[in-house]
């Protein structure tokens, strides 16, 4: 299944990738955080703060690249993101604690 | 030994582990070992609020509204809260202050606790603007039993903690004979040991037991019913998140190591007692739900959907320490209530929306031409 998360992207910056849950497979621009991309898709992920001190969105990160524009007060475990925050960076997977 | 509010030492706190090092003396933020807590004290003051803020006159007429048994829910949780926030108000800064080593993160101990004593000013707000006799409700957090059984649970670490470092601080490490309670044994490592448990039970207090009671708060507002009080919580839980990031952080930091090197052997041996800390206080937060609702339920809630909840936020919480997680619950059965944690839509007055981003006088001081380019030639 893949579902275009994203609507009335920049033309100027094409970055697509994908993300890799499961089986399911979304695609996400790098113009917002994962978080709101995932929640487009139809895929519940628990937050709270959604600003990156409440640590509630974290997630597996299982491989790929994510990027914090700027760097969130919660702790990140080594293996996991924060979706609230991250910008993907590249085709990434990940999965639920 | 003995504490000094001014360490005359020459020393450099960029050595010092977070606690049990040197007394802290010049509080300086110029440089800082762990500056994640700066961070949470700027954080801390960006949320600043007062209770007084938040009117409750509708909430009074509401309240008379509520059915008997939703009432006992209201002021129940109400009490609890009570309790939570006077161990939270002075504690860290009674237990933690003595024997912290690092000028950031004695400053966001101090920071933490006062925004706790906010809290405890805003019960006595709703309380005096919903019932016309306060005392009955505060005088119950005392001799109420189902209280009193989370007031040991919530308190005893704190205070193992405060005898441990009151016996160090006058007579020094050794066996100690204490009067009505024997010989106390003070190590570095019985002290450490205490200390690591009791940052683990004040993570659960902020990251678990709240939210039982946030939750039956925010069920009401969804009905629209108590909805001052509701901007209150919303208010309390904002900072309640960030004081959890606190704990969290100095968990990760003596587990993984990455301060005191003992600290990760004491992580690693206590794991078992932190998971237990965990599960116990899981467990009484469900019999505070049946509790709650032992004369009947609310709509939207009730003992087993409340029970769920509790299960599912402290799988969460584990695994932001690194734990695993307990309970088979993997979703959360109350999603709606995440919408009232968001913190960035907290609204005290109508006139005035409490961006978390937004400071009083705030400057920008990055200009440059080109920022005048929309004035055109004057």
Not at chain 1, 11 to 23: A, N, W
Not at chain 2, 173 to 192: I, N, Y
Not at chain 2, 314 to 327: H, K, P, S
Request: glycine share 4%; hydrophobic share 40%; proline share 4%.
């Amino acid at each position: 299944m893949t579902i275009l998360a994203t609507s009335n992207k920049a033309p100027e910056d094409p970055q697509v990738h994908r993300v890799l849950l499961g089986k399911q497979q979304i695609l996400v621009s790098e113009d917002e955080p994962l978080l709101p991309q995932l929640e487009r898709a139809g895929v519940t992920i628990e937050y709270q703060c959604r600003e990156g001190y409440c640590s509630s969105c974290a997630i597996k990160l299982l491989w790929g690249k994510v990027e914090y524009p700027v760097e969130p007060l919660a702790w990140i475990h080594s293996g996991a993101m924060l979706a609230c925050c991250a910008i993907v960076k590249s085709d990434i997977e990940i999965g639920f604690f | 030994m003995s504490y000094s509010t001014f360490n005359r030492k020459k020393f450099d706190s960029l050595q010092e582990p977070m606690f049990f090092g040197e007394n802290v003396n010049v509080a300086r933020y110029d440089q800082q070992k762990h500056p994640i807590f700066e961070k949470l004290i700027e954080k801390q003051l960006s949320f600043f609020w007062r209770p007084e803020e938040v009117d409750l006159s509708n909430d009074r007429k509401d309240f008379l509204k509520l059915e008997v048994h939703e009432q006992h829910i209201f002021l129940s949780n109400l009490k609890y809260q009570t309790l939570l926030d006077s161990v939270q108000g002075r504690s860290p800064n009674v237990a933690l202050l003595p024997i912290v080593s690092l000028p950031e993160l004695e400053t966001w101990i101090e920071t933490w606790s006062f925004s706790e004593t906010i809290h405890s000013r805003s019960y006595t707000h709703i309380i005096r603007n919903i019932v016309n006799d306060p005392t009955k409700v505060f005088d119950d957090i005392i001799v109420n039993d189902e209280i009193a059984k989370r007031a040991i649970s919530v308190s005893k670490y704190y205070d193992d903690l405060i005898e441990l470092v009151n016996l160090y601080n006058t007579l020094g490490l050794g066996v100690h004979h204490v009067p009505e309670r024997g010989d106390v044994t003070v190590s570095m490592h019985s002290l450490k040991k205490a200390l690591y448990l009791t940052v683990a039970s004040v993570n659960v207090l902020e990251a678990i037991r709240f939210y039982v009671s946030f939750a039956c708060s925010f069920a009401f507002a969804e009905r629209t019913l108590m909805e001052g009080n509701a901007k209150i919580i919303k208010l309390i839980a904002r900072d309640e998140a960030l004081h959890l990031n606190g704990t969290q952080h100095m968990m990760n930091l003596m587990a993984l190591g990455r301060d005191d090197p003992e600290m990760a052997k004491i992580a690693e041996e206590c794991k078992d007692d932190v998971i237990n800390i965990f599960v116990e206080a899981a467990q009484q937060e469900k019999d505070w739900a049946k509790y709650l609702f032992k004369d009947g339920s609310m709509i939207g809630l009730n003992a087993q959907i409340l029970g769920q909840y509790v299960e599912y936020i402290t799988n969460v919480r584990m695994q932001a320490v690194g734990l695993e997680a307990q309970f088979e619950t993997k979703n959360n059965p109350i999603p709606w209530i995440n919408a009232w944690l968001v913190s960035d839509n907290v609204q005290v007055a109508p006139q005035e929306a409490e961006i978390t981003s937004y400071l009083v006088g705030q400057i920008d001081n990055d200009l440059d031409g080109a920022d005048f380019d929309d004035f055109g030639d004057l």
